[in-house]
């Protein structure tokens, strides 16, 4: 390791060379130069520097040259439709005068007449299948599913068997669940539950269940066997009252009552003065 020879009183300090030759023997480029100053005069302006490049021509549709010329084209002749303000725009709920309530649409009207339409024919169906099972000898052919328990083997037999009353139990709790779906469909669906549109689609096989309370095969022919196709006409009913509640107008009659139940509260006002970290009393 050699050492920097220090400077004694008899001895004269070497030369020392300018910076430039220092960096020289160092192997260091020396710093550049700063930049001349350009005056605004001699500066080349974009303009100018594009229109210096050599022009290339080039293929153009003449679309776009009738657009550059004359700008965005002919005026039409309609006006253009543009939405208004977001101020402005009706995205409230429509209320009634009346009523304070969302307007219910007739759509929604001819809905809920359908719903009670079935459950007005569930409930003759059941009325008819009861009065036949009360008598007993019109008890084994009352309703499908006391002809599939077959609960008498002996017709003229008067006491029931444990078979007869479960079917008599199964007819009557059948009976009951096809009047009440569409029965409680229409008045959920009335109050604007949004959940009813989905329960009624739920409608339409509860209604098919009519097939356990019916008997034989459905004739037209005769009058008094109007029993056997009378029933099933609750499940187009359900089915086209169903339909209707999935209608553009109908989802915007349960949005409005969703928010009339419950409003946006919107955004909390902002708070100041909040102190972070311990409290002077704590201090």
Excluded: K
């Excluded at 070497?14 to 550049?32: I, K």
């Excluded at 005056?39 to 080039?58: H, N």
């Excluded at 040259?65 to 006006?79: F, I, S």
């Excluded at 439709?81 to 929604?108: F, K, M, N, Y």
């Amino acid at each position: 390791m050699s050492e920097t020879p220090s400077q004694t009183p008899g001895n004269a300090s070497a030369p020392v060379a300018d910076d430039d030759s220092a960096l020289r023997s160092a192997g260091t480029a020396p710093f550049p130069a700063p930049p001349e100053f350009i005056s605004p005069e001699a500066a080349v302006l974009p303009e100018q520097a594009l229109a210096a490049l050599p022009q290339t021509p080039v293929d153009v549709a003449p679309e776009v040259v009738t657009l550059l010329d004359g700008g965005l084209g002919t005026q039409p002749e309609g006006h253009i439709a543009v939405l208004p303000p977001i101020d402005q725009l009706d995205l409230g709920p429509r209320l009634s005068p009346r009523t304070g309530e969302p307007e219910r649409p007739a759509l929604l009207t001819a809905s809920l007449a359908l719903f009670y339409a079935a459950a007005a024919v569930a409930a003759v169906t059941l009325a008819f299948a009861w009065w036949h099972a009360i008598h007993m000898g019109t008890f084994p052919h009352a309703a499908r599913v006391i002809e599939w328990l077959a609960p008498r083997d002996d017709h003229a037999q008067y006491a029931g068997t444990w078979r007869s009353v479960l079917a008599a139990i199964l007819m009557m709790i059948t009976g009951v669940i096809t009047v009440a779906a569409p029965w409680l469909q229409a008045f959920n669906a009335f109050q604007g539950r949004r959940w009813t549109r989905i329960f009624g689609l739920v409608c339409v096989p509860i209604s098919a269940l009519a097939l356990l309370l019916t008997t034989g095969h459905p004739t037209f022919t005769h009058l008094g066997q109007w029993l056997t196709w009378f029933p099933w006409l609750a499940v187009p009913l359900c089915l086209v009252g169903a339909g209707l509640l999935w209608l553009p107008s109908l989802q915007r009659f349960f949005a409005d009552f969703e928010y009339v139940r419950r409003p946006d509260l919107g955004t909390p006002p902002p708070t100041s003065g909040i102190q972070y970290g311990p409290l002077d009393r704590y201090r």
